[in-house]
């Protein structure tokens, strides 16, 4: 999934990938909550902060490369 340096756990920052139908930026900060089926899968529970709010999704996927909408990424570096 990730290299060592990489591992989703509680209280990292990530970006969530909007839905098509979401207008706005392309993804969405988020806090991670929860891993979910060990740290390798990529799984986890996402506080989201979205312009009107802040929102929970839970057992939302990795995907780093494709950003399907609905995942999540680890932000880009600048």
Same mark, same amino acid.
């Not at 098509?20 to 930026?25: H, L, T």
């Given at each position: =999934? +990730?290299?060592?340096?990489?591992?989703?756990?509680? !209280?990292? =920052?990530?970006?969530?990938? *909007?839905?098509?139908?979401? &207008?706005?930026?392309?993804?969405?900060?988020?806090?991670? +909550? =929860?891993?979910?089926? !060990?740290?390798?899968? !990529?799984? &986890?529970?996402? %506080? *989201?902060?979205?312009?009107?709010? &802040? %929102?929970?999704? !839970?057992?939302?996927?990795?995907?780093?490369?494709?950003?399907?909408?609905? %995942?999540?990424?680890?932000?880009?570096?600048?």
């Amino acid at each position: =999934m +990730t290299d060592a340096r990489e591992r989703p756990s509680v !209280g990292r =920052m990530v970006h969530l990938q *909007v839905e098509d139908w979401e &207008v706005g930026a392309p993804c969405h900060a988020a806090i991670i +909550t =929860m891993t979910r089926d !060990g740290l390798a899968s !990529g799984w &986890v529970d996402l %506080t *989201v902060f979205r312009p009107d709010g &802040v %929102t929970h999704r !839970g057992h939302v996927r990795y995907d780093q490369f494709e950003r399907t909408p609905g %995942t999540w990424h680890w932000p880009e570096r600048v």
